[in-house]
């Protein structure tokens, strides 16, 4: 099992939502080695209980509790010999790589990692400065990655669709020559990616991951 997944929205607007979320992922990084697991992995969630897009997340406030958050489980972590991982997106508290980079910064223990999915910094209005957007999250955060996430997406009606790996517009180029040379033996996980798509997406990621220099 490379990863666990233990999605919980950390700043969940109501505290008792938010501790019972705490609780769990805490739980799971207790049981995770019996799964012959090293990682668990979570967003930091939305201040609103829905998960809806809102520029809220952006505040100072939320970006504080996702610190007090992260801090709470990697202490956890730190206990059992268990790596937190934190993938961040456009529409949460940690949505850019700057934001990543500071919260890597305000929680420093190495038990705290990065699972990273390009797709999630990007949207209808910066995708084309993709390849920009990609070599800054190498460069603030590349060491801390311990996942990457590999899905694709397209533009229509101007809103981000998810389409299987090889279909879209993600310039895979811009990502497997950092991961080949910085980080060959990581985990690669298809996200979005169904039958009867999977064997060519796969052989999609090789024959860009066996070309690169």
């Known amino acids: 099992m490379a990863v666990l997944g233990c999605y919980i929205n950390m700043v969940h607007p109501v505290q008792a939502e ?14 995770a080695r019996d799964f012959g697991c090293g990682i668990i992995g979570t967003e930091t969630g939305n201040v609103h209980a829905e998960i809806i897009y809102t520029e809220e997340n952006f505040k ?8 007090e958050s992260v801090r709470e489980l990697v202490t956890e972590a730190e206990k059992f010999g268990v790596i937190v991982g934190i993938e961040g997106g456009v529409n ?8 990543m980079k500071r919260l890597l910064d305000c929680v420093d ?4 990692q990065v699972i990273f999915d390009p797709v999630n910094y990007l949207t209808p209005e910066n995708y084309m400065n993709q390849d920009v957007i990609i ?11 311990v996942i990457l996430h590999a899905k694709d997406f397209v533009i229509e ?18 990502v497997l020559p950092f991961i080949k040379t910085n980080k060959p033996y ?3 996980l298809l996200e979005e990616t169904k039958e009867p798509d999977i064997i060519d997406s796969i052989a999609f990621l090789k024959r860009i991951y066996y070309q690169t220099v």
């Open 109 to 112: 223990s190495n038990n705290l």
């Open 92 to 99: 949460h508290p940690i949505h850019s790589p700057i934001v």
């Open 60 to 67: 100072e406030q939320p970006y504080l509790d996702v610190v």
């Open 186 to 188: 990581i985990n690669i």
């Open 135 to 145: 070599k800054q999250a190498f460069e603030l955060f590349g060491d801390r990655i």
């Open 157 to 174: 009606n101007n809103e981000k669709k998810e389409v299987p790996v090889g279909k879209g517009l993600l310039n895979y180029n811009a």
């Open 18 to 31: 938010r501790r019972k979320a705490l609780d769990r992922f805490k739980e799971q990084i207790r049981y």
